[in-house]
Nanobody, 124 residues
Framework: QVQLVESGGGLVQPGGSLKLSCAAS????????MGWYRQAPGKQRELVAV?????????NYADSVKGRFTISRDNAKNTVYLQMNSLKLEGTAIYYC????????????????WGQGTQVTVSS
């Protein structure tokens, strides 16, 4: 079993930066691939970024955030991060941390474990 708790959300102006954290417990963190997904009001949950298990040598990003967001992991702290730069209005959403045993998944439908989410609001 994996328990995930997100933090770091809040209000930020367009063009600003925010760093989200996701702390995992209840398992051996390093053997899980991790990811971030987001869901805006009235829209489906979508992939933001994923990172492979172990040392996190593989990453994948949604085209909409590529070059602006960075996912990373610190296995010693059982934590995955999402650094968000150059935030846009359309970045407003609830951001969810997710995990899968060993292998990266792309679709939210295939995610094994979810956090409760943290709200990110981009507004001037």
């Amino acid at each position: 079993q994996v328990q995930l708790v997100e933090s770091g959300g809040g209000l930020v102006q367009p063009g600003g930066s925010l760093k989200l954290s996701c702390a995992a417990s209840g398992t051996i963190f390093s053997i899980y691939a991790m990811g971030w997904y987001r869901q805006a009001p009235g829209k489906q949950r979508e992939l933001v970024a994923v990172i492979s298990s172990g040392s996190g040598g593989r990453t994948n990003y949604a085209d909409s955030v590529k070059g602006r967001f960075t996912i990373s992991r610190d296995n010693a702290k059982n934590t995955v991060y999402l650094q968000m730069n150059s935030l846009k209005l359309e970045g407003t959403a609830i951001y969810y941390c997710a995990s899968n045993y060993y292998y990266i998944v792309q679709s939210p439908n295939n995610v094994q474990y979810w956090g409760q989410g943290t709200q990110v609001t981009v507004s001037s």
